[in-house]
């Protein structure tokens, strides 16, 4: 049985790695110290009975609280359930994600939610109640709503997936920064593009990444904390698509391991290979958005833009007519796309496949 660990007991024991506990360990305290003060009458988790879940591994254990039930019936009859990762005060970012490539128009067979952690003020609060009157496609959390503690809202997108909606075939897992369009992910479900494996994660593979080791980076990682050189392939962490089984397993090996506070090295790195899931590389579906109007450093730019990883007016397109470019994210080191201005470049291919489509069928006939 894994007993459910103090905050001093928790991820690090050596002092190299308590740097980086010590972020965690006052966010959690912050987080703590601000649940028990509110006198809110209308906190966001108490409106309808909270579900709690526990997010169990080797050395961790963080209970976190879900305000609600899901609605499962969102979920019949759908293809792909994606969960976008967001923060509290991200409203018009959500916003132009439900106007552009979260509309009706892309969403017929696929069911879209928001992932969001913990309001820290009773305007938020009011603000998300109304999002979630409004729209009903929020899931507002008890995590602590900053970086460090991403891992735990992917964890909540798939136990929300893994309970409610086992039945969904594929998942994706997204940014609020990303753009994907879920009809066409669904064509290339029907079309049997992403092929048969069972367990498996198609994105665009990072191979060979280092830790960094500078204590004063962004991503810095103790050597105490993580002691290879190299971290195991994984999927590039802004999105990536998988397959049902794989949230399942994945969920079922958490607590045989040790908690990793890097999501994507996490989740589709050690978590996959200690589970048997696959990993694809999927350049064709998958790109970056290096457009030229955005390129504020040049060597950023000139880093990824090459053959197979950036984005183009002109896509190729499948024997449907379709263009192969579904989604779109950005590299580390790349300007974060504006939503809305990359949904229509993401969209302009479609016509030239169309007409690529239409001229081959007349040929044919």
Same mark, same amino acid.
């Given at each position: ?36 003060? @509110?006198?809110?009458? /209308? ?12 997010? @169990? ?7 976190? $609280? ?52 913990? *309001? $820290? ?12 009157? @409004? ?19 992917? /964890?909540?997108?798939?136990?929300? /997936? ?19 369009? *879920? ?23 990072? $191979? ?36 049902? $089984? ?76 379709? &263009? ?5 994210? /950005? ?17 302009? &291919? ?16």
């Amino acid at each position: 049985m894994i007993k459910s660990m103090t905050p001093t007991q928790s991820i690090f024991c050596t002092p190299a790695a308590r740097i980086v506990a010590v972020i965690l360990l006052v966010e959690i305290g912050l987080f703590t110290y601000w649940s028990l003060g @509110t006198s809110s009458s /209308h906190h966001v988790l108490s409106l309808s009975c909270p579900i709690s879940v526990n997010a @169990t591994f080797a050395n961790y254990r963080l209970n976190y $609280k879900l305000a609600g039930e899901f609605d499962a019936v969102r979920c019949e009859g759908k293809k792909l359930f994606i969960f976008v990762i967001t923060t509290v005060s991200s409203y018009d970012q959500r916003d132009v994600i439900r106007q552009t490539w979260a509309s009706n128009k892309h969403t017929r067979h696929a069911v879209v939610t928001f992932i969001v952690g913990q *309001p $820290k003020t009773r305007i938020h609060e009011e603000l998300l109640i109304h999002e979630s009157d @409004t729209y009903g496609d929020i899931v507002v959390t008890s995590i602590p709503d900053s970086y460090n503690f991403t891992a735990f809202k992917v /964890h909540a997108g798939y136990y929300l /997936h893994n309970t409610y909606c086992p039945h969904v075939p594929f998942v994706l897992r997204a940014d609020d920064d990303i753009v994907a369009l *879920p009809d066409r992910f669904v064509h290339f479900i029907n079309s049997g593009f992403f092929g048969n494996d069972e367990k498996a994660i198609y994105g665009i593979l990072v $191979k060979n990444s280092k830790p960094v080791r500078d204590p004063n980076h962004k991503w810095y990682i103790p050597m105490d904390y993580y002691n290879q050189s190299a971290f195991p392939t994984y999927v590039n962490g802004p999105a990536y698509l998988m397959t049902a $089984k794989s949230t399942e397993a994945i969920l079922e090996k958490t607590p045989e391991t040790t908690f990793f506070w890097i999501e994507d090295v996490l989740f589709t790195g050690l978590m996959a290979e200690k589970t048997g899931v696959k990993l694809v590389e999927s350049l064709g579906i998958f790109k970056f958005y290096c457009n030229e109007r955005d390129k504020s450093d040049r060597s950023a730019f000139d880093n990824w833009d090459h053959e197979g990883y950036c984005m183009r007016q002109a896509s190729s397109c499948d024997k449907s007519g379709v &263009p192969h470019v579904t989604l779109i994210s /950005h590299a580390p080191d790349f300007p974060r796309p504006n939503v809305e201005r990359a949904y229509n470049d993401m969209m302009m &291919p479609l016509k030239t496949c169309e007409e690529e489509y239409a001229k081959n069928s007349v040929g044919d006939a």
